[in-house]
């Protein structure tokens, strides 16, 4: 059974930061790119960041680039996103998906920017 298990969200001020983890289980994780997305109350679910099976590419939705970064443990099968200089409108619902032949998503970690 394929797990993905978000943690690291959380309350923080403008300017601050945190650092998302994804643990997977039940996959064979370095056959899989990983992503995070976001959904903001009201808004559509967007990609945030991807980072390839072998985490040698990567890229950021331009809202984030700069400020965002994605990194991948395959010993750990876990994929980290990275949060500094956080604005109020990066408050939304943060998830990670792996995705190879098929997609998988967790259940989300909330991150809420303000002051």
């Known amino acids: 059974q394929v797990q993905l298990v978000e943690s690291g969200g959380g309350l923080v001020q403008p300017g601050g930061s945190l650092r998302l983890s994804c643990a997977a289980s039940g996959l064979t994780f370095s056959s899989y790119a990983m992503s995070w997305y976001r959904q903001a109350p009201g808004k559509e679910r967007e990609l945030v960041a991807t980072i390839t099976s072998s985490g040698r590419s990567t890229n950021y939705a331009g809202s984030v680039k700069g400020r965002f970064t994605i990194s991948r443990d395959n010993a750990k099968s876990t994929v980290y996103l990275q949060l500094n200089s956080l604005k109020p409108e990066d408050t939304a619902m943060y998830y990670c998906?792996?995705?190879?032949?098929?997609?998988?998503w967790g259940q989300g970690t909330q991150v809420t920017v303000s002051s």
């Open positions: 998906k792996a995705q190879w032949l098929v997609s998988h």
